[in-house]
């Protein structure tokens, strides 16, 4: 979502304007012709393509994502039960509607824009990014909305130090090739009191250990061929796990431990069931995490008010506001 002449007096566009920064040499970014950026110190240019600025060049290890949030674009928005998004966000960070009401947000890992929708419309101004071309969805997704997305590295964003009154990530800093240090490259985004909330995939959670085996021949394919098979694949697997369990004694067990070895999402949705299936599978980073390991990392870049969420992993605190 280019910065537009219908937009140059929009908060969001104010708040980008005073923000952006360039990789190179940290100078501040104006908005060109095309809808993307250039350097004023040193004439960097961030391209626009297909309707957002590029901040990298490649989708680099997230190639998967872009392939899954081209392919459901709208599966995770496509209900009436917005309290069902509502809940997630609320569960995955610990936010309120009142913390978000004209605060200036960024969505790390915004995929297709889900949990952005919760927080525009609970009246954030948001700022996602993504490594992947699911940027680019989010952008079209949320186009009426307080909301602009770039394709962006975690470990390199085009922000200020002290930009945002929140950031969060829910679901994808896990899928980096080193979550502590993502997490960690944050908290510098942070305006003093900002908040920092994650959501990160359990370490307690055993039963989806075959996943991470299968994941090592899985992730290596294609997202078009791995795609193909799981569509197979994922029906027969759920509808067998269904036949089984009605099976006296004996059903159970064996659903059971075909669930374990051949992990698949039991949702009844069946496109989300194959979504949440495919995000097993294809990534090439997935990593898992406890309480222990990310309370000591949020201790390590000094965040106050410390607190769990709904539903594990997730952590959310408070950057220390400065002293006079």
């Known amino acids: 979502m280019p910065i537009t002449e219908e937009q140059t007096q929009s908060a969001l566009s104010a708040d ?18 095309s809808g993307g950026f250039v350097c004023r110190a040193c004439q ?7 309707g957002i600025a590029r901040f990298v060049d490649a989708q680099q290890y997230a190639a998967s ?10 599966v995770q928005l496509d209900h009436d039960e917005r309290r069902i998004e509502d809940r997630d966000f609320r569960m995955k960070t610990g936010l309120r509607p009142e913390e978000l009401q004209g605060k200036l947000v960024l969505d790390v890992g915004c995929g297709m824009g889900r949990f952005a929708e919760v927080a525009t419309r609970w009246g954030a101004r948001v700022v996602g990014v993504d490594l992947s071309a699911a940027a680019e969805v989010a952008a079209k997704n949320l186009k009426d ?12 964003l085009p922000f200020l130090p002290g930009s945002f009154d929140i950031i969060y990530s829910v679901g994808v800093l896990h899928h980096t090739p080193d979550c502590e240090a993502a997490v960690k490259m944050l908290e510098k985004y942070l305006k003093p009191g900002g908040i920092l909330a994650v ?5 307690y959670n055993k039963w989806y250990r075959f996943s991470d085996i299968w994941r090592h021949y899985t992730s290596s394919m294609k997202p078009t061929t791995l795609h193909t098979i799981l569509k197979v694949a994922v ?23 075909m669930h374990h070895v051949f992990p698949v999402n039991r949702q ?8 949440d299936t495919f995000d097993w599978y294809s990534p090439k980073y997935q990593s898992k995490h406890t309480y222990e390991q990310v309370f000591r990392w949020y201790e390590a870049m000094g965040m106050e008010d410390m607190r769990v ?13 400065r002293t006079a």
Not at 16 to 33: F, H, M, P, R, V
Not at 145 to 156: C, G, H, I, T, Y
Not at 199 to 203: Q, T, V
């Open 268 to 275: 009844k949705n069946p496109e989300l069931r194959m979504l």
């Open 16 to 33: 980008l304007q005073a923000i952006l920064s360039c990789l190179g040499c940290g100078g501040k970014l104006d908005s060109d012709q």
């Open 199 to 203: 959501w990160l995939y359990s370490g």
């Open 235 to 257: 029906p027969v697997l759920y509808n067998t796990q269904l036949v089984l369990n009605k099976v006296p004694l004996v059903g159970p067990p064996v659903a059971g431990l």
């Open 44 to 50: 960097r240019v961030y391209p626009n393509a297909n």
């Open 145 to 156: 909305r307080e909301f602009v997305a770039f394709q962006a590295d975690v470990f390199a």
């Open 309 to 321: 969420g709904e539903t594990s992993i997730a952590v959310r605190g408070r950057k220390p506001f």
């Open 65 to 74: 994502f872009g392939f899954q949030w081209h392919r459901y674009q709208k």
